[in-house]
């Protein structure tokens, strides 16, 4: 049966609709290999200090200059459904650790190319699957040999974890600043648990960025800068010491059910109905005045009387401030979140040494910090350009959630291809272990894992082939963490330099690239039943259904 036809008694039976296409066996598993691989070759270049970056434009001419993988990925708008494995690949490891989705790919794609290499020499897929998870095993159970401990008490460690991530990016002419910058925040939002564990929601430090001044310019916040205005002219930009009341409720009437009414018949009523809703809104400020509180922050819209009183009381208030940062607020100054004005109390109110309105790149922002005990910090991002400031935006997520992943494992691991050339090492000698094909899918895992230092030697204009066998050579010698230092293009010892990773990225870039590089493996018929507007299944080549059908 090919394309799924069949025939009966000379007659051919239809079972898939017309336009569909049909791949099997080798073609499947080449086309598919093919496709994975130039998602892989597309983000290879972006890898390391060294590496490139790319500029993705949208069908609107929105333009975006990155080499976060992960972005990069994103953009491209993938049709291929093996290609969409590779970018799912990429999503999964910054979703769960913030970094390390160009490493990730890349090994998948050439754990793909290896795989290639043995299905050209009538290896079964399976073989080879079994193979490649034998020694994925092996690799995850090595690493966490290998890995060094940290703290947060290790401050040094965490600036160069932040530094690793950030170098390559734009970011990383400002990189000591970002870095001692993005250790503060995680110190400031850690906290630690009653058997000694430290939980870090990297959720509770926000970013905020502004073009405008330059990247030195960034700083950090102790407490929560709001993208918002002072909702009244009358009312005081600036209040020190301030007492904050924190509201998810509206300070205004409520406004009647859609089919209910009010008959008035007379001035008289009417003015009384405008009186009564008056002093309505006058007993809801007067709740929050007894309280002595004189900032207002609410989640929803504030009355224009309401503000009126509120100005004359001299209390500073900002409205329709959103619920993350209405619950950023509380974090940060220690108040409570109170759903109705009447239930207010002193005891509700958080601190904070200042409040203050400033006009930053021509936008007012209101300022809350200066808190005592801040569990929920914002960084303020600021760059020459629009472009630049979104780049070190991603920078300083991979330095933060980079720090986080370090701290959650406890374990870092060096970097610049270090781990990689001592897992292929290891990986090697693990093969001759086995008497059967598997001894070959282990080697190759092994070989495709040195794509790492490879790239990094490559992006940096050095010989790969020379870097490799200098780099094998000092493994060979027991240094465990020697590593291709790219700015010198010496071989170096990574823990001393300072290129260190945290381990849990590395778990999970070889997990990804091994269980999607499988599973990419283990499909040997596609099926595209849809057809797309050009008469091709998508991913497909445009035509339908071959002639003869």
Avoid: W
């Amino acid at each position: 049966m090919a394309n799924g036809v069949a025939q009966l008694g000379g007659q051919p039976i239809l079972i898939l609709p017309e336009g569909a296409l049909r791949s099997r066996g080798k073609d499947a598993q080449k086309s598919n290999i093919a496709a994975a691989r130039v998602v892989a070759d597309a983000v290879r270049t972006t890898l390391g200090p060294k590496g490139m970056d790319k500029m993705l434009v949208d069908p609107l001419g929105d333009v975006v200059i990155t080499n976060d993988g992960a972005t990069i990925l994103d953009e491209m708008q993938i049709e291929h459904p093996a290609a969409k494995m590779m970018a799912e690949i990429a999503k999964t490891q910054d979703k769960s650790v913030g970094d390390g989705t160009t490493t990730a790919v890349v090994i998948a794609g050439e754990l793909l190319k290896k795989a290639e290499e043995l299905l050209d020499q009538e290896i079964h897929p399976t073989v080879i699957t079994r193979g490649f998870r034998l020694a994925k095993f092996r690799v995850l159970d090595l690493l966490d040999r290998i890995a060094d401990n940290i703290d947060i008490k290790n401050e040094k460690a965490m600036e160069q974890v932040a530094t690793t991530a950030m170098t390559g990016k734009s970011a990383e002419k400002a990189s000591k600043e970002l870095s001692e910058l993005s250790v503060r925040a995680i110190k400031k939002v850690a906290e630690t648990r009653a058997g000694g564990e430290v939980e870090i929601d990297t959720d509770n430090i926000k970013i905020e960025k502004k073009e405008g001044g330059s990247i030195n310019d960034t700083k950090l916040i102790e407490g929560v800068l709001l993208d918002k205005e002072v909702v009244h002219s009358a009312m005081p930009r600036r209040i020190k010491n301030a007492r904050i009341a924190l509201l998810d409720c509206a300070l205004e009437v409520k406004e009647l059910e859609s089919d209910a009414k009010i008959n008035i018949d007379s001035p008289e009523k009417m003015q009384a109905f405008l009186e009564e809703e008056e002093k309505m809104l006058k007993g809801m400020v007067s709740k929050i005045s007894q309280t002595k509180a004189n900032a207002v922050f609410c989640q929803k819209g504030i009355d224009d009387t309401a503000q009126h009183y509120l100005a004359k009381l001299g209390i500073l208030a900002a409205r329709r401030v959103k619920k993350s940062d209405i619950e950023a607020l509380s974090k940060a100054t220690g108040a409570n979140i109170i759903s109705k004005v009447n239930d207010l109390s002193k005891d509700d109110l958080g601190f904070a040494g200042l409040v203050e309105e400033r006009k930053i790149a021509g936008d007012e922002m209101i300022f809350v910090e200066e808190c005592k005990q801040p569990k929920a910090v914002t960084i303020l991002l600021r760059g020459g350009t629009e472009h630049v400031v979104d780049e070190v935006e991603r920078a300083m997520e991979d330095a933060i959630k980079g720090i986080a992943s370090a701290l959650e494992l406890g374990k870092i691991v060096p970097g610049g291809g270090a781990s990689e050339i001592e897992i292929a090492r290891d990986l090697r000698k693990y093969a001759e272990s086995f008497k059967g094909r598997e001894q070959l899918a282990i080697n190759a895992f092994a070989d495709a894992i040195e794509v790492i230092p490879r790239s990094l030697a490559e992006n940096a204009g050095l010989d790969p082939i020379d870097k490799l066998a200098n780099l094998r050579a000092q493994h060979d010698k027991g240094m465990a963490s020697a590593g291709l230092d790219v700015f010198t293009s010496q071989i170096q010892d990574m823990t001393k330099l300072g290129v260190i990773e945290p381990l849990k990225i590395k778990l999970q870039a070889v997990q990804s690239a091994a269980e999607a590089a499988e599973m990419i493996l283990r499909i040997d018929d596609v099926i595209s039943a849809g057809t797309s507007e050009k008469g091709g299944a998508p991913g497909m080549p445009p035509g339908g259904m071959p002639p003869g059908y």
